[in-house]
């Protein structure tokens, strides 16, 4: 549980990052491949799901990177 | 139909499958449209949660200054859940959450561990019930510190989280709040959940087969005696595995309520 940088916040919260990144990108997939899910039902498409989780994926990338890569 | 297949189980090997974990009611119980019948799993629940206050009861009853026997072990598990999640992962706020995740961590654990212990040898959360109700009560738990630390600003935070540009929050607010209200308490169940299906599975496979090689009487009697071996193995490792799965449900429900206490910066 400890690590051997610099300590930057209590060492509990390495297991915190982990958990929180990879339910980040999950959430990302799954909140805009929803969203694409279901605009795809409206206007009879069938890309937009596609579209969805890439842009989930890239927001997700964009929030962990904010909020983790600060460094 | 089973006269009809029992002739076919006798001449091959069946592996077992998720049917392991149907367990037909033992008392039929139907109120207002909702089955509250109790089964072997529901009675199993009962037990657990009975001797889960009955350590803690009996452990801290008449508490000694120098502790011995129970006492000394239940305070060891309290001291491990105060020192090494509370205060390590909320800090000296966490304090007041030790109850709470005490006694998650000794249910689950408790719980899991009925899938070693004979008779019983069903692990309690190998049934998405138990898992998804724990994890809905974390859930719930760390809305409410959220709320109470913060107001309603806490959804603002959550939701529209400080220093991004404002236009991003197009993109942002939606993946923020799938993951932190609905991807934080499925995944907690389902961790634990899979974790006990797979368990429990391999250890029935590893049972049945070597109980069918042992008594086929020809050269996979060998073998047999190797998977026996190895799944008196497996036991101990299904030992291991129910204490983590234990802890890392309860040291993510001190991550997630650590994260409700103050804004993320």
């Not at chain 1, 498409?45 to 904010?66: C, D, N």
């Not at chain 2, 974990?21 to 119980?29: C, G, Q, R, T």
């Not at chain 2, 992962?89 to 961590?105: D, N």
Request: charged residues 10%; contains cysteine.
């Amino acid at each position: 549980m400890t690590e051997s940088g610099p300590p930057r916040e209590p060492s509990g919260r390495g297991a915190d990052a982990v958990w929180s990144i990879i339910g980040t990108l999950v959430g990302g997939v799954l909140a805009w491949g929803g969203i694409g899910w279901l605009l795809d039902r409206w206007l009879g498409t069938s890309f937009l799901v596609a579209v969805g989780i890439i842009v989930g994926m890239a927001g997700a990338f964009y929030l962990i990177i904010k909020r983790y890569g600060g460094g | 139909m089973m006269a009809a297949t029992l002739p076919l189980a006798r001449e091959g090997f069946h592996a077992p499958t998720i049917e392991e974990f149907e367990w037909p009611s033992i008392v039929d119980l139907h109120l207002g449209g909702l089955d509250l019948s109790i089964n072997r799993v529901v009675l199993q629940m009962f037990l657990v949660a009975l001797l889960v206050w009955a350590l803690f009861f009996f452990a801290f009853r008449k508490p000694r200054l120098v502790p011995s026997g129970l006492q000394n072990v239940m305070e060891a598990m309290v001291d491990f859940i105060r020192n090494q999640i509370a205060l390590e992962v909320i800090g000296h706020e966490g304090i007041r959450f030790v109850p709470y995740l005490t006694t998650l961590f000794a249910f689950v654990f408790l719980g899991n561990v009925g899938g070693i212990i004979p008779p019983v040898f069903f692990p309690l959360n190998g049934r998405m019930a138990l898992p998804a109700v724990m994890a809905v009560c974390s859930l719930l738990l760390f809305i409410s510190v959220g709320v109470s630390q913060q107001g309603f600003r806490y959804f603002l935070n959550v939701l529209f989280p400080p220093g991004m540009p404002k236009a991003i929050y197009l993109l942002l607010t939606p993946i923020e709040l799938i993951s932190t209200f609905v991807v934080r308490p499925i995944t907690l169940a389902i961790r634990l959940l899979a974790n006990m299906i797979a368990g429990h599975l391999i250890l029935s496979v590893f049972f049945v087969a070597a109980g069918y090689m042992l008594t086929s009487l020809n050269v996979s009697t060998i073998f047999g005696v190797g998977a026996l071996v190895f799944a008196v193995a497996l036991i101990a490792f299904e030992l291991f595995v129910a204490g983590l799965q234990a802890y890392v449900f309860t040291i993510l429900s001190a991550v997630y309520i650590a994260g409700a206490m103050e804004p993320e910066h």
